[in-house]
């Protein structure tokens, strides 16, 4: 067969000069998609704060002490809260409120944690987290350098 033979119209669907139809499409199912998405997050989301530690801030500390005494706890790299006198607290919940509470003369005055420099951020929420499981409140946080005293009254 030679090119010359094939006419031009031989291969190719004849050309329609009508005009065409337009095609509507439907936006259903992109509704039902989107809702089926939204109803997953909201159920895979939670809005509750859970694990929040309570403290307090600098001039709260100030203004709420009164006549409490403030107990300033120095916090190691190795995760061990001690006082003034380089004495250990426990890490048991029981032990630890006991020991904090003597230092109080049995008072509920503000703790304040001091964590060094070498202290990484989860040993010092570690620390918090126990302190707040033992019952110690309230809490607070400063810098181990600017301490002066353990008790204050």
């Known amino acids: 067969m030679n090119l010359q033979d094939a006419g ?8 329609e000069t ?4 337009r095609v509507r499409i439907s936006l259903t199912p992109l509704i ?10 909201m159920l895979a989301s939670s809005y509750v704060q859970w694990g929040a530690i309570n403290l307090m801030s600098g001039s ?10 403030t107990l300033t706890l120095s916090l190691g790299a190795d995760g061990v809260l001690r006082d003034s006198a380089g004495v250990a607290f426990s890490s048991q919940a029981d032990r630890l409120l006991d020991g904090v509470m003597a230092r109080l003369d049995g008072q509920r005055g503000p703790v304040v ?14 620390a918090l987290d126990q302190l707040t499981l033992a ?5 607070s946080m400063a810098r181990e350098d600017t301490l002066t005293d353990d008790i204050t009254p």
């Open 60 to 69: 709260d500390l100030a203004s709420d002490t009164g006549n409490r005494p």
């Open 32 to 41: 039902d998609v989107v809702f089926i998405l939204l109803v997953f997050f």
């Open 135 to 139: 019952g110690v409140t309230p809490l």
């Open 18 to 21: 009508g005009q065409r139809e």
């Open 113 to 126: 944690v001091a964590p060094g420099d070498a202290v990484s951020l989860q040993t010092v929420v570690s």
């Open 8 to 15: 031009p119209s031989s291969s190719l669907p004849p050309f």
